[in-house]
């Protein structure tokens, strides 16, 4: 079945760094787009970040834009976030995503097939 694994979250002060990973198996990874989403307690899933399944296009929500890099390994069925200058706002349950090569709408959470369980992102100020 498909599994999509999230590592890489921690506890980390305002202004670190982290690097997320989601490892795929059950699925062609080199076919989906990924993406990343983040759920802080009592808010609403919201879109991160995403990436084309060939790797040539990238989106980012505004507020991550410039601080936050996706990149993907097909080799390795594997997609990454890597997070600089953090915040607190940035405490979340982060998230990875896959959707249709074909979806156009990343941003929108309903518009992906397949979820991982989440990984926890801390920063504190």
């Known amino acids: 079945q498909v599994q999509l694994v999230e590592s890489g979250g921690g506890l980390v002060q305002a202004g670190g760094s982290l690097r997320l990973s989601c490892a795929a198996s059950g699925l062609t990874f080199s076919t989906k787009n990924m993406g990343w989403f983040r759920q802080a307690p009592g808010k609403e899933r919201e879109f991160v970040a995403a990436?084309?399944?060939?790797?040539?296009?990238?989106s980012y929500a505004d507020n991550v834009k410039g601080r936050f890099t996706i990149s993907r390994d097909n080799a390795k069925n594997t997609v990454y976030l890597q997070m600089n200058n953090l915040k607190p706002e940035d405490t979340a349950v982060y998230y990875c995503?896959?959707?249709?090569?074909?979806?156009?709408?990343?941003?929108?959470?309903?518009?992906?097939?397949?979820w991982g369980q989440g990984t926890q992102v801390t920063v504190s100020s």
């Open positions: 990436i084309s399944w060939g790797g040539a296009r990238t």
């Open positions: 995503a896959a959707a249709n090569k074909y979806e156009t709408r990343w941003s929108s959470s309903g518009n992906y097939d397949y």
